[in-house]
């Protein structure tokens, strides 16, 4: 933009002139210096991976693994599920406010969360998958882990997915880089449930069961001798179960380690350079009330938040779908592995599209893409269908996970022209963000556990009643499938489209000339 060239309105408030100030940095960068290197945006997406890995394995696993190794009864479980979610919720906020009130460091502000956390979180993890020798405290002892875990993962998450604002101050480079990083976030959740799946596939085989349809509580009738064997036999296949679990936790550890450590090599951390030092700083409580009040945070939140829980719904009781639901339990890892290698494949294919035709068409076309082939799987539950409503749900996993995190920073934009003297609430935007959306997946995934509940789902069975796969039919099917259309209602109030989008842009690097302009004149000042 030229020198004296009015600056066109924004949605975000008229552009003004800023007070000239003292600024943090002298303000030499180019666009140049704001281009981010392939081996940068690499680094950058493998530090988000491991989350991810961890995360697929518990979002696949966890409930199956509750019923049916921990053997902890449906209620407990839903019970961990819920407040582990709910409590990993509340810590979002929490953590969000000790990141507004870090200091720069060497090594930067968000950096020093991440790398401090991550040994207690692969700790945290592990233990979250031993089944302890007490049968009693076993559900405070995975109520306790889970909610330890969620508030680690939280201290690395929040600062990572804020680290996307610090990278660069270029909207195309953030957007590059958010590409890399939902591609090596969904491999991670594919590396994840790939690790998961084929370690503890044996775990979940009909061979311990006796005729293929009974529980070690109901061993049929047969002579004690036999029925002493089966018991005998059940319980060594448990033990092969905790086994091989612990060994899939240890490789994960292992990888969520190795990952944190190429990040910190990788990556480095920038303020912004266009921050002045005596921008007066506002209190906490009233940057919250500023972001809250910001509509298309507003909106954009509540639509994911909505589509979130579909996805979480399917991802939860996929396993148990396939096992109880549907005869389909020798295959469900490797309809687990397509799910996921058709959203690793589609990530690039959907970067490309939100370029080409908006993130906001985007959304809604990749989105929409798994209603009818969910629906689908619950009608014709065949192999074959099975495969093609894997590759076409992978399409809208990966639009799910790409879009919002490619959307929040153009929110943080439109904040930033709104209210051009707030610093530092980045964090907000991210910690409330995953604060929302946890706490409904939690509440989603709390509900749909009592639902196995009432439905009489029996612990270690072989065979389930009819109302078990009636209801998984329900939480595969028609729960996800509403919750997407409400989501993508909530989304069509989404204000910011791409002409918003651009001229944002063109404001921002408008306030950044002056501010650099400022700066120069101050030097020039002094050295006079």
Known sequence: MAKGERVPDTPAGKLFKPPEPAFNKPPHQTVLDQRLSFCSKLCFAIGGAPNQVAGSATAFFLQIYLLDVAQINPFQASMVLFIGKAWGAMTDPVVGFFITKSRWTRIGRLMPWMVGCTPFVVVSYFYLWFVPPFTNGRFMWYLGFYCLYQTLITCFHVPYSALTMFLSTDQKERDSATAYRMTL???????????????????????????????????????????????????????????????????????FLICTVVMFLGVKERDDPYISKTEKQIPFHKGFILVMRHGPYLSLTAA?????????????????????????????????????????????????????????????????????????????????????????????????????????????????????????????????????????????????????????????????????????????????????????????????????????????????????????????????
């Open 185 to 255: 976030e969904v491999l991670g959740t594919l590396v994840g449930a790939a690790i998961q799946g084929q370690i503890v596939a044996s775990a979940h085989t009909l061979k311990h069961c006796p005729h293929h349809n009974m529980s070690t509580g109901h061993l049929g009738n047969g002579s004690g001798a036999e029925i002493v064997k089966r018991i005998v036999h059940s319980q060594d296949f448990l033990s092969h179960a905790k086994e091989v679990y612990m060994i899939a936790a240890g490789v994960i550890g292992g990888v």
């Open 304 to 528: 994911f938040l909505f589509i979130s829980v579909a996805i979480q719904l399917v991802q939860s009781n996929f396993v148990l779908f396939c096992t109880h639901a549907v005869d389909l339990r020798d295959h469900f890892q490797n309809i687990v592995l397509t799910i996921l290698v058709s959203a690793v494949v589609s990530i690039p294919l959907w970067q490309w599209f939100l370029e080409r035709f908006g993130k906001k068409t985007a959304a809604f076309c990749g989105i929409t893409w798994i209603m009818p082939f969910t629906v689908m799987l619950v009608f014709i539950p065949n192999l074959v269908v099975a495969y093609v409503v894997a590759v076409s749900s992978g399409l809208s996993v990966a639009a799910s996970l790409l879009l919002p995190w490619s959307m929040l920073p153009d929110v943080v934009d439109d904040f930033r022209l709104a209210n051009p003297h707030c610093k530092g609430f980045e964090a907000i935007f991210y910690s409330f963000y995953v604060f929302f959306t946890k706490f409904a997946a939690g509440i989603s995934l709390g509900v749909s556990t009592l639902c196995l509940e009432f439905a009489g789902y029996d612990t270690g069975a072989c065979r389930q009643p009819a109302q078990v796969a009636y209801t998984l039919k329900l939480l595969i099917g028609a729960a996800p499938v509403a919750f997407i259309v409400t989501g993508l209602l909530i989304l069509l109030l989404y204000p910011i489209s791409e002409d918003v989008r651009l001229r944002n842009k063109l404001c921002l690097e408008e306030l950044r000339k002056q501010g650099s302009i400022s700066s120069r004149t101050l030097e020039d000042l002094s050295n006079a």
